[in-house]
């Protein structure tokens, strides 16, 4: 793919201006998901973790690093806890100043010695000299290593005074517990002493290298107690870092993550003040991952799909007191209305699971009724001037949500906007998740700046919708189909066009043809047939028992839908007929012509009594004779020439009946009918 068009640098520049003159920092972040080229192993599909992830991720860390972050502090965090999970997730962390620089002048001696165990109780001991409070390490057994050497530091900072209480422990119970990971996340915290703090420092040390686990502080004094170890650690190999993050960096630190997620490497970028910031991290992101061996697509058969992972866009403040939507109500309602009213921004960036059961269902597709929404939007537009956060994280975390009331399964998600009864749950930000990972950064930073212009559009009242659109059935016959999103998205770029925000559609048009596969191109003077992969919602399933005697919900994904566009010359010279079943042409020429089928045989599933339908036979006919076959076994490899002769008219025998359409905007052969 060539460079975005110059045109884009110029609607990003007004973009920005808009925004300055309107008195509005508006941030953005992005959570893109990269894979290995050759991705083997449970973690690069279905698992969060496995032996190679943490690896992968470390040497990503290392490559940015040394091209974005020289000097900055990579540190190793425990991250969420899922149930069905033994252990949290883990996260990276890479930390730099907020113009970018280190935070403390940290030795970069990559070949240098580690330190030895007398050394590291020196370095303890003057630790507690710099800060003032006497220390008296513990030393801890490892049953996972019985070599390592291990110690315990307990170390509070209280209003700038430090302090180390005595840990008496009995020899017996000096060990850490048998779950993997640093020492810090391994304690026997349950015979520490009644009334201290819990806070402990640890170092551990063996052949391999040597770590330090820091406890949780809050920025300065953390920043103090970095300082100390790296001015004694000048002559050592840098330890490998682990702690938790100080509630208090946001305006002070920049952070960059690398998460855990099932099947994929989850980045988090940080925070970016414009477009062209949040272009440059994707760019450098898709450089880095490469020199790793990682990027943000797979290859399957002859076609390339994304990770399987998201790459979710986040829009924020540069701060919860300079927060642009805390007082501009109205203009956040026209941005879920103007989203509602464009299916093409739900589904032509997203991945193959969209609906009701996917990870970002609209919220038409969700919990919420029409009425509650239309509700809460007029409600929230009339709120007078001043810091609404509450009304609209109360107003709008109930009704963004799945069919099961999951916050954070929605298309545009409020559940990190402010809902205090989540952790990380006040941070004003509007996640908008049906957005799939690309095979280049180009694509992602395309996308982006429409988010953005389009957000900034709404800014003027003129532009904004005034309610919802009651999509009906179209929404999942109509609107699915790759013709129609496409004429849903000229749409939206006519809107910006008008505004005076003009995208050149080349991109958009790069990433519709790589989402909607073309299955099928034939072609004979002015009569032409297409046939593109076309989405289909997957119906979720009921509760299904699982080992370990906890229930899970599957969807069925064995359903499949295509798209047949033909041009006006072939409809009225030629017919077709699939699985020996004629195919009408609808009546309106503007009306899109579909096929559903059951591509495998899943367990469980929706009606497990009705079959598989591939290999679908497909014919073209003229005058009722066959000019021409194809066969569809797989959509990775396309429909399949045959034959003609006696291959092509041995299926004109399979006739199984009048063919069943669906819906009143688009005709849909369901081949399960």
């Not at 109205?330 to 464009?342: E, K, M, T």
């Not at 559940?415 to 049906?434: H, I, M, S, V, Y």
């Not at 899970?552 to 077709?576: C, K």
Request: some cysteine; aromatic content about 8%; glycine content about 10%.
């Amino acid at each position: 793919m060539p460079h975005l068009p110059a045109a884009f640098e110029s609607t990003a520049a007004a973009v920005e201006e808009r925004l300055q003159r309107a008195g509005i920092q508006l941030t953005m972040g992005g959570e893109p998901t990269l894979v290995p080229v050759d991705p083997q192993g449970a973690e690069w599909s279905v698992a969060a973790d496995g032996p190679t992830k943490l690896r992968y991720a470390r040497a990503l860390a290392a490559e940015l690093q040394r091209r974005a972050w020289p000097g900055s502090l990579l540190l190793f965090c425990p991250g969420k806890r899922y149930d069905g999970e033994v252990n949290p997730r883990w996260a990276l962390r890479l930390i730099t100043g907020r113009e970018g620089q280190p935070l403390v002048p940290w030795p970069q001696n990559g070949g240098a010695p580690c330190p030895s165990a007398a050394e590291a109780l020196r370095l303890l001991e003057a630790l507690g000299q710099g800060l003032g409070c006497p220390v008296q390490p513990l030393p801890l057994r490892d049953p996972l290593s019985p070599e390592k050497r291990v110690w315990a530091l307990p170390l509070s900072c209280e209003q700038g005074s430090w302090q180390s209480v005595p840990w008496p422990l009995e020899e017996e119970l000096r060990q850490l517990s048998g779950a993997p990971g640093p020492a810090g996340l391994r304690l026997p915290l349950e015979h520490f002493p009644a009334g201290a703090l819990r806070q402990v420092l640890t170092l551990e040390l063996d052949a391999e290298g040597w770590g330090l686990f820091l406890p949780p502080l809050e920025r300065l004094p953390l920043e103090q107690l970095l300082g100390l170890i790296a001015g004694h650690g000048q002559g050592w190999r840098p330890p490998e870092l682990s702690g938790l993050l100080p509630v208090d960096t946001g305006e002070h630190w920049r952070v960059l993550g690398l998460t855990a997620d099932p099947g994929v490497l989850e980045i988090n970028l940080p925070v970016c003040h414009s477009w062209r910031e949040y272009a440059d991290w994707m760019e450098l992101l898709e450089q880095a991952g490469a020199a790793v061996g990682l990027r943000s697509w797979k290859q399957q058969g002859e076609r390339s799909e994304g990770t399987g992972g998201g790459n979710h866009l986040l829009l924020g403040g540069p701060n919860l007191e300079q927060h642009p939507f805390f007082s501009r109500p109205a203009w956040l309602v026209a941005v879920l209305r103007y989203w509602q009213h464009h299916p093409c921004l739900a589904y032509l960036f997203s991945g193959r699971s969209v609906g009701p059961a996917s990870q970002a269902p609209r919220p038409d597709e969700g919990s919420a009724a029409a009425l509650d929404l239309e509700l809460a939007h007029r409600t929230l537009a009339q709120l007078p001037p001043g810091d609404q956060r509450v009304a609209i994280g109360e107003t709008l975390r109930h009704l963004h949500a799945d069919r099961s009331g999951n916050t954070h399964r929605s298309e545009i998600s409020l559940d990190k906007f402010w809902n205090p009864a989540w952790t990380a749950g006040c941070q004003g930000l509007l996640e908008f998740r049906a957005l799939e990972s690309m095979p280049d950064h180009r694509w992602s930073s395309a996308v982006a700046l429409l988010f953005r212009a389009l957000v900034v559009r709404l800014l003027e009242e003129p532009q904004r919708p005034t309610g919802l659109r009651p999509w009906g059935d179209q929404l999942h016959d109509r609107a699915l189909l790759p013709s129609q999103l496409w004429a849903d998205l000229e749409q939206v770029l006519a809107d910006l066009a008008a505004a005076g925000l003009h995208l050149d559609p080349e991109p958009f048009r790069a990433i519709w043809g790589w989402r909607f596969p073309e299955l099928l191109h034939w072609r004979q003077g002015e009569a032409e047939l297409s046939i593109r992969q076309a989405l289909e919602p997957w119906p979720l399933l009921c509760d299904t028992p699982v080992e370990g005697g906890s229930t899970s919900r599957f969807v069925d994904s064995s359903l499949r839908r295509f798209e047949l566009i033909a041009s006006t010359a072939l409809r009225q010279r030629y017919g077709l007929r699939l699985q020996g079943r004629q195919l009408p042409w609808p009546v309106d020429p503007t009306q899109p012509l579909a096929v559903r089928f059951r591509q495998e045989a899943l367990f469980p599933c929706l009606h497990p009594c009705l079959p598989v339908h591939v290999p679908l036979d497909l014919e073209l006919l003229e005058g009722g004779q066959v000019v021409a076959a194809w066969r569809l076994v797989s959509e990775s490899t396309g429909f399949e020439a045959l034959t003609q002769g006696a291959t092509a008219r041995a299926s004109v025998a399979t006739a199984t009946g009048a063919p069943q359409t669906l819906g009143e905007h688009c005709s849909t052969v369901d081949l399960r009918l």
